[in-house]
């Protein structure tokens, strides 16, 4: 099958958290492939979470927030909303 993507994706397994509000925990996750445009975010239960959200990943001390472009059983497929992209000082 042919990978039609415009951005290549790099692999990665990298920890990450999904913040979705500041009264709830953060929801453990993990980066399975990453490009400037977007990521896999491995996760327990991606029905429960919303559309959009926050993607911290301290091993790149980056910040992302994201949109949900694709939900699997135990994966999303996310693009960076780029106007809104923060760094970790």
């Known amino acids: 099958m042919e990978d039609k993507?415009?951005?290549s994706r790099n692999p990665s397994?990298?920890?990450?958290e999904i913040v979705v509000g500041s009264n709830v925990p953060p929801v453990p996750?993990?980066?399975?492939?990453?490009?400037?445009?977007?990521?896999k975010l491995v996760v327990e239960k991606p029905e429960d979470l919303p559309n959009e959200f926050l993607v911290?990943?301290?091993r790149r001390r980056l910040r992302?927030?994201?949109e949900v472009v694709r939900r699997d059983s135990n994966s999303l497929g996310v693009r960076v909303q780029v106007?809104?992209?923060s760094?970790?000082?």
Do not use: N, T, Y
């Not at 397994?13 to 990450?16: G, P, T």
């Not at 492939?33 to 990521?39: A, C, H, P, W, Y």
């Open 29 to 39: 996750a993990e980066v399975h492939d990453i490009s400037d445009k977007g990521m």
């Open 87 to 89: 760094a970790i000082a």
């Open 64 to 66: 992302e927030f994201v």
């Open 56 to 58: 911290s990943i301290p």
């Open 83 to 85: 106007l809104r992209r």
């Open 13 to 16: 397994f990298l920890r990450a």
């Open 5 to 7: 993507r415009a951005h």
